[in-house]
């Protein structure tokens, strides 16, 4: 329990810790913006950061954790700098928080009650696990020359090796620390010293539209509360293990579900805007001109939700990049992207083939260490898992489905329009399914509800994967015989 007791304001509004802890967090991080832009230096800056965000800590949790985090932070840095040249420390990093990271996953699984907020330590400590690893992985890029990087890398390198206080200030930035985003530490470093992009909103200079996106951003996230706080109680997942849900039709249980989901994301949605308003408000948000529309600037640095995107996804892929974007983008560079590389001007044909090879490997992996980052809940697993099959599943449909549709020449093509619809649909459904684990955290409870809309996901994930066997058996069998055929008729001539 936190140094601040929540009991009084929880009797008074009503509301429960796991609304109020993430909304005092987000609070005083637009309080804190006015005196931290005034902050004479990046030094400063710094220490106000990590200053503001242990007390912050502290009060909605307990010293223990602030301690274990700052010892955690202190060994991934002294890990990063020692060993910087070496490829597998940020494959050690990577292992030492998330092992960290797991314990106190652990803790709060076995040794908290049900009863117990789900809003605790872990949820700065996820975002903290974020922050270290790309700083490791982005110093040990700076040992290496640029052919090696790519160029996405090639600007996220880091080549001078930062203070503990630069790092410490980058852990903790206080708009970001609670509930995130994660970013990049040359993003925040060139941020605190008013370079780079941000030299355009450095002392009194409000460029157009800050306020604006910014007004828009907070209104987004207030309505997500009020819909999640007035539908939450309607719409359950629980209810669907009653057995009044067992007198709904199959339909009626799947629009049930479908609709709780909806209401479920809300609470995210809420939580990412108001951490993204933050943001903007005391300059990190910003990220250039925007190049679409000539003397405008985009704020969307720290998005870490595009909602209609989501809603309006035509495949998994679409859905998965526009949710948790920055976890997204962590997940890609720290894991994906390690493993199955992206192509380079100097590199050989056997490592291009090796990186292809490795792509499905890397998806499986990227889905396995994204569940264990969020927890050991049988859950977690089971939506994972289902999440890595719907996105093996698309590549599937793109393969065998989509160009019968998308090429002009096909008698489909008319129904191009049809085809993308369907997508929708077969998404919003595929994706809301796989999230019943991750909201009901227990394997039998996950297995119930699934089992209740008869595994009709799984099924058809089981079904798809069998014809993309027999299909490529078959066009197989199809290549051997034109070949031998060929081989034949060669033969004859001879």
Known sequence: MGLVDLGPLVSLTGLSVDVLGPGLALLSSYVLALPFAILPSAAAKNAFSVATSGLIFMALFNVHGLVQLLA????????SIRFRSSSRMPVFVLALSMAVLGMNHLNAQFFQDELSPR??????????????TTFAWSIHDGTKSDKKLSKTQQSLKISTVPSILQYLGFIFFYPAFILGPSFHFNTYNDFVNNSGQFSLVSGRNV??????????????????VVIHMFASPILMYDFGLTDAFLGYSFLERCGYLLAS???????????????????????FGFNGVDAKNAGSYKWDRCENVRIWEIELAENPRMFLSAWNVQTALWLRSAVYLRLAPESLPDQTLEEAREAKANASFATHATFLVSAFWHGFYPGFYLTFITLSFLVSANRISRKWIRPLFHNPESKLHSFLSV???VGWAVTCIGMNYATVGMQMKRFNSAMILWRRIYFSVHIALVALTLLDIVLGALGRSKKVAGTGKTAGKTTKTE
């Open 419 to 421: 085809y993308h619809v």
């Open 119 to 132: 809003f605790d330590q872990t949820v700065p400590m996820m975002v903290a696990v974020q922050k270290m």
């Open 207 to 224: 460029l157009p539209g800050r306020w604006v996106y910014f007004s828009k951003t907070v209104t987004i996230g207030l309505v997500c």
């Open 261 to 283: 989901a909806l209401v479920q994301q809300c609470q995210f949605f809420s939580a990412w805007k108001l951490a993204e308003g933050a943001c903007i408000l005391c300059g």
């Open 72 to 79: 955690l932070s202190g060994a991934c840095y002294f890990v």
